[in-house]
């Protein structure tokens, strides 16, 4: 709608930033947590990594791939700590059981990822 005209059927429905659902004290701890820096080398054999084409990688080039982004994930994971306490908390008074762990990569991924499968004839 063009600005200045309300519709006459009623006012729309507006959204909030979601970082509005948190309370002040976690935004603050979110803020002050800084991420740990990252490994200049793992940084370098990452970016050595994609640059090359996925299909021409070994098994161990695949599993240092998955290795370092893991450890990526793990250091934003660190960081989303305190809003993840945040929500947790919400549903604590609940009583309901814990939350089974993450589920494993899919099973149709690890099936492309196969040896098998790489144009690369010395892995296969």
Not at 48 to 55: A, F, M, W, Y
Not at 59 to 82: C, G
Request: charged residues 30%.
């Amino acid at each position: 709608m063009p600005g200045g005209y309300h519709s006459r059927h009623g006012w729309s429905r507006r959204s909030h930033a979601p970082g509005l659902k948190y309370s002040t004290a976690t935004w603050q701890e979110y803020e002050r947590t800084s991420l740990p820096p990252p490994d200049p080398t793992d940084e370098a054999r990452l970016q050595g990594l994609q640059e090359r084409d996925s299909d021409t990688w070994s098994q161990q080039d695949a599993a240092l791939y998955e290795e370092m982004t893991d450890r990526n994930e793990q250091r934003e994971e660190a960081k989303l700590a305190p809003l993840r306490r945040e929500l947790e908390g919400y549903f604590a008074d609940f009583n309901l059981p814990p939350l089974p762990p993450p589920l494993a990569k899919s099973s149709g991924w690890l099936e492309i990822r196969r040896p098998c499968y790489y144009k690369n004839e010395d892995v296969r």
